[in-house]
């Protein structure tokens, strides 16, 4: 018996030592801490509302930077729509986009819209912030 109280001891110990060990790591690494969600009410003019805390401040400076397609020029005539305004064959546009990218695009092609302008449709941001949420988590 008191071999098995030790032992869970050890444990709770090494459990413990190891949660401590990875936040630490988590807070030297940029991006990776913890942030607390926006309000759905207060998204920040220029937001893309993709993310549960707008990343506009993160985006790389776009001054000298060229914009990057990816093969969806045609989405450009979309913008300045608001994202809850569009309509189904738009949707559809966007969805075709989305679905033929690789995963580890999903995040890029989000950023690259924002930058020209372009709002995501609402019934798309969903699945697309599940793809950039899984992406992260790997």
């Given amino acids: 018996m008191g071999y098995m109280v030790c032992g869970l ?47 506009r401040n993160l985006l790389p400076a776009t001054a000298g930077e060229s914009l990057e397609y990816y093969d969806d020029e045609e989405l450009d005539a979309w913008r300045g729509m608001p994202s809850d305004a569009y309509p189904e064959q738009a949707e559809e546009a966007f969805r075709e986009v989305l679905y033929t990218l690789r995963e580890n695009e999903v995040a890029a092609w989000l950023r690259s819209l924002q930058r020209r302008g372009v709002h995501l449709p609402d019934a798309l941001k969903d699945e697309a912030f599940l793809i950039v949420g899984e992406q992260r988590v790997q």
């Fill in 9 to 55: 001891l050890v444990l709770g110990l090494f459990a413990a030592v190891m949660t401590l060990l990875e936040d630490r790591k988590r807070k030297r690494r940029p991006g990776t801490e913890r942030r607390a969600a926006a309000p759905a009410s207060g998204v920040a003019a220029g937001c893309c509302g993709q993310h549960a805390v707008c990343e």
